[in-house]
């Protein structure tokens, strides 16, 4: 059983950075697609990127294209969202997520494992 745990979430002015962590305990880290989907409050569930397993692809979706970058350190199980250039439009829960597989996917049901959210919100 794959558990993830998010972190470095909080408050924020627009035009401001956060960056978030991801810790990744059970199965075979190194060989999973990770991913990063956000909520808004009355909204779905929504991709915002992916990295593959050794971190050789890294798609985004266009709304946070050039503002945010994702990474994985697979020697410490860990995946990261850096969000520079904030805007109160990316205030949302975002949730870390793992699917077991080389294969990557953008799409939150392609997903197994997902970690319990943390907020962020950006004030404008």
């Known amino acids: 059983q794959v558990q993830l745990v998010e972190s470095g979430g909080g408050l924020v002015q627009a035009g401001g950075s956060l960056r978030l962590s991801c810790a990744a305990s059970?199965?075979?880290?190194?060989?999973?697609?990770m991913g990063w989907f956000r909520q808004a409050p009355g909204k779905e569930r929504e991709f915002v990127a992916a990295?593959?397993?050794?971190?050789?692809?890294?798609p985004y979706a266009v709304s946070v294209k050039g503002r945010f970058t994702i990474s994985r350190d697979n020697a410490k199980n860990m995946v990261y969202l850096q969000m520079n250039a904030l805007k109160p439009e990316d205030t949302a829960v975002y949730y870390c997520?793992?699917?077991?597989?080389?294969?990557?996917?953008?799409?939150?049901?392609?997903?197994?494992?997902w970690g319990q959210g943390t907020q962020v919100t950006v004030s404008s």
């Open positions: 997520a793992a699917r077991p597989s080389t294969i990557m996917r953008l799409t939150a049901p392609d997903y197994t494992y």
């Open positions: 059970g199965g075979t880290f190194s060989s999973y697609a």
């Open positions: 990295i593959s397993w050794n971190g050789g692809s890294t």
